[in-house]
T-cell receptor, first 113, second 112 residues
Framework: DADVTQTPRNRITKTGKRIMLECSQT?????MYWYRQDPGLGLRLIYY???????NKGEISDGYSVSRQAQAKFSLSLESAIPNQTALYFC????????????FGPGTRLTVT | AQSVTQLGSHVSVSEGALVLLRCNYS??????LFWYVQYPNQGLQLLLK??????LVKGINDFEAEFKKSETSFHLTKPSAHMSDAAEYFC??????????FGQGTELSVKP
């Protein structure tokens, strides 16, 4: 079984709709992250959480919110989706080891029409 | 500010040829550096990492990278490309808060 899972894997939604992307992990890591990937821009950090009570904005948090329901679960919400939020979204986790290596989920491809 | 630059958004090589993917970083502290690979329709998978031990780092699938402080570079190489190496490759640097900053990615194509 995958260590980091994301649901849904693909989603098409309409402008103005609220949508939630979910991430679960079985690695026992405290740190979790949400990124979006756009062609030519690499991965950009949306939000991150270093433990259940710690939520931080990343470089592109506008239009997004998150919830850390438990150590293993970290959800990303788009309150009112817009077309330029069409992207590939990744969840990642890391432990507190010195090297901070991150482990990625398979991604959610979101299309906003 | 810390940053990562990957030179070349697309690289094409012939099967059996040398693979060279370039990465330069900017960091005010000794860096931790990473190369990740993304195969089609998959998440990112760690290829290798530099953690201030040996400057030549070996990773999976015969990839390796050399940390050169004087050039602020961490280029990824593989002696002989295989068709299965076709993917997108990302260089990343850990910044002081524990987060990673990623380069924009390089798509590697391998021609038969």
């Amino acid at each position: 079984d995958a260590d980091v899972t994301q649901t849904p894997r693909n989603r098409i939604t309409k402008t103005g709709k609220r949508i939630m992307l979910e991430c679960s992990q079985t690695k026992g890591h405290d740190r979790m992250y949400w990124y979006r990937q756009d062609p030519g821009l690499g991965l950009r950090l949306i939000y991150y959480s270093f433990d259940v009570k710690d939520i931080n904005k990343g470089e592109i948090s506008d239009g997004y919110s998150v919830s850390r329901q438990a150590q293993a679960k970290f959800s990303l919400s788009l309150e009112s989706a817009i077309p330029n939020q069409t992207a590939l979204y990744f969840c990642a986790t890391s432990g507190t080891e010195k090297t901070y290596e991150q482990y990625f989920g398979p991604g959610t491809r979101l299309t906003v029409t | 500010a810390q940053s990562v630059t990957q030179l070349g958004s697309h690289v094409s090589v012939s099967e059996g040829a040398l693979v060279l993917l370039r990465c330069n970083y900017s960091s005010s502290v000794p860096p931790y550096l990473f190369w990740y690979v993304q195969y089609p329709n998959q998440g990112l998978q760690l290829l290798l990492k530099y953690t201030s031990a040996a400057t030549l780092v070996k990773g999976i699938n015969d990839f390796e990278a050399e940390f050169k402080k004087s050039e602020t570079s961490f280029h990824l190489t593989k002696p002989s490309a295989h068709m299965s190496d076709a993917a997108e490759y990302f260089c990343a640097v850990k910044i002081s808060s524990g987060k990673l900053i990623f380069g924009q990615g390089t798509e590697l194509s391998v021609k038969p």
